[in-house]
């Protein structure tokens, strides 16, 4: 039974928070997960979360680049990561904004389009978080994802567009 299915069928209140749903009943509850920052281009600094294995377990994982809304690489995002983690995957957020993140939404509008203005840089970014991914040992290459929300979501697109030399296997 996956996450979803198993709060469906705990109760008739459905659980809106990410953080809650991930500690609901289900087996992906029960893994360990191991994470960190990573710095990965010109000083930015991404999260790496991805379930701790046997160490006899030599098969490799599916990849995906997580991109963030207009706020930034927040806890939220990161609770996004460890619940996709939780799934089987190695999940990598990537950081836009260089460390910042937005505290309301004029800032974030500013943020937007600062990258917005720099879209190469953007795209030279993230084509660096699948590099770091694709370097991984416990990572299969030919199943590298990406996927974002909102602002994200345009971005991982824009990654897809322009991977050419190193095809995703599917965008969200």
């Known amino acids: 039974m ?14 809106r928070n990410v953080t809650a749903l ?10 360990e997960l191991q994470n960190s920052t990573v ?7 991404g999260y790496l ?9 030599a098969s490799k994982l599916p990849a995906v680049i997580m991109i963030h809304e207009w706020w930034g690489l927040n806890n939220h995002i990161k609770d996004m990561a460890n619940l996709l983690a939780k799934e089987g995957y190695v999940v990598f957020a ?4 260089d460390g910042k993140v937005a505290a309301d939404p004029n ?5 937007v389009q600062s990258v917005r203005a720099n879209q190469e840089n953007a795209i030279t ?6 590099k770091y991914v694709s370097s991984l040992p416990i990572v299969d290459k030919s199943k590298i994802a990406s ?14 567009l322009n991977s050419q030399d190193q095809p995703l296997a599917a965008t969200i």
């Open 39 to 45: 710095s990965y281009f010109e000083g930015a600094k």
């Open 147 to 160: 996927i974002g929300w909102c602002f994200g979501g345009g971005q991982s697109l824009q990654l897809a």
């Open 22 to 31: 991930s500690n609901s009943t289900g087996n992906a509850t029960e893994v």
């Open 107 to 111: 800032e974030a509008g500013n943020l």
């Open 49 to 57: 979360v991805f379930p701790v294995r046997q160490e006899n377990n």
């Open 125 to 130: 970014n993230l084509k660096a978080a699948v």
């Open 94 to 97: 990537a950081d836009l904004y």
């Open 2 to 15: 996956n996450l979803v299915q198993a709060q469906l069928n705990s109760s008739d209140d459905p659980i």
